[in-house]
């Protein structure tokens, strides 16, 4: 490994509950919840009729009437948040050389709203088999290829280093930004700005999942629904948003004086080979993720101070994951506050990772582990500590963040004060 330390020195966060990284964490160490009815369209045919929704007004966050027209919604979380995470760390790319200024963007399923919308037009309400391209939207290219959202990104911090969209399922916003740590730590950029969006809670994701059964039926109270880890849990809630961070090499930022938020000393991604959606019960690939970002970490397992876990609230990956965790950390897994914080803002499916990336650095700061909302009825297969309810003040100088998709991805990603003892 490069001796190049990487660190995080700006973040902004979109998610449900309010725009803006102090919104955010306020939720979260309040154990609130943002989970409610839909209200983007009447989904009064779906069986799952909860969603984690943001209230986001892209003019009040400074888009133009030109960005807002062809930006899917998802995109326009991105650029906001790009915009936030470069004002919050106290950068000046117009001082730097753009081509040593990076980006890499996570996402899981691209510009679906737009594209469901766009779809609606042309097929006439899905009356026509033979669509009518005339009435396609004039930026429809932009919403078919996700790579534009890391153009918009790069156009509007002046970046003009590598550039790139990672889609990875549900780990899309850990491997985005492990992905941006290892094009600093081998020298081919200086700067990377990286992190997730998605706005995926449309008509189409909501068939999608409703065929497989993976999101909750439960609808009668929405603020309940999400449950990880509970033994009532049924299914996870689709959410909405996005994580942006920028990242530098260490000493550089040192020297510039900036603000460290956290280091991120540890990453690593791994496939099970085994289902599109199913797990193996006893967590070996996310298990051997997790070893692999810590050796990279060069840190002990007992040196985790929390797990910020995937918690996505369905039987299966709970079970998973709860197995992971002891197969790699050992007794330190019973000893390890886990919680998810899926429970208060949704599975917001590629931008996930990034959004509980920054819970992890946030949990950091304030020395809080955030909860796991809704957990009244423990599963007693998932028999760890699930900091059920109300946040909990400890000490944390390190986290453990990690992230399970569609396809068998499994990633893990290792947060630490950089001050920290190593082995």
Known sequence: MSGRRVVVTGMQVLAPGGVGTDNFWSLLSEGRTATRGITF????????????????????????????????????????????????????????????????????????????????????GGRLDLVDHGYADPFFYNYFVPSSFAAEVARSVGAQGPSSVVSAGCTSGLDSVGYAVELIREGTADVMVAGATDAPISPITMACFDAIKATTPRFDEPEHASR??????????????????????????????????????????????????????DGVEMSEAITVALDEARMDPTAIDYINAHGSGTKQNDRHETAAFKRSLGDHAYRTPVSSIKSMVG???????????????????????????????????????????????????????????????????????????TA
């Open 228 to 281: 990880p880890f509970d033994g009532t849990r049924n299914g996870f809630v689709l959410g909405e948003g996005a994580a942006v961070f920028v990242l530098e090499e260490l000493e550089s930022a040192r020297r510039r004086g900036a603000r460290i938020h956290a280091e991120i000393a540890g990453y690593a991604t791994r496939s099970n080979a085994y289902h599109m959606t199913g797990l193996r019960p």
């Open 347 to 421: 599975h917001s499916l590629g931008a996930i990772g990034s959004i509980e990336i920054a819970a992890s650095v946030l949990a950091i700061r304030h020395n809080v582990v955030p909860p796991t909302a809704n957990l009244h009825t423990p599963d007693p297969e998932c028999d760890l500590d699930y900091v059920p309810l109300t946040a909990r003040d400890q000490l944390v100088d390190s986290v453990l963040t990690v992230g399970s998709g569609f396809g068998g991805f499994q990633s893990a990603m290792v947060l630490a004060q950089p001050e920290r003892k």
């Open 41 to 124: 369209f009447d989904p009064a045919q779906f069986r799952s009729r909860v969603a984690a929704e943001i209230d986001f007004d892209p003019y009040e966050h400074g888009l133009t009437p030109h960005e807002v027209r062809r930006m899917d919604r998802a995109a326009q979380f991105a650029v906001v948040a790009a915009r936030g995470a470069v004002a919050d760390s106290g950068l000046d790319p117009d001082a730097l050389d753009p081509y040593r200024i990076g980006v890499t963007i996570g996402s899981a399923v691209g510009a679906t709203m737009s594209l469901d919308e766009d779809y609606r037009v042309v097929s006439d």
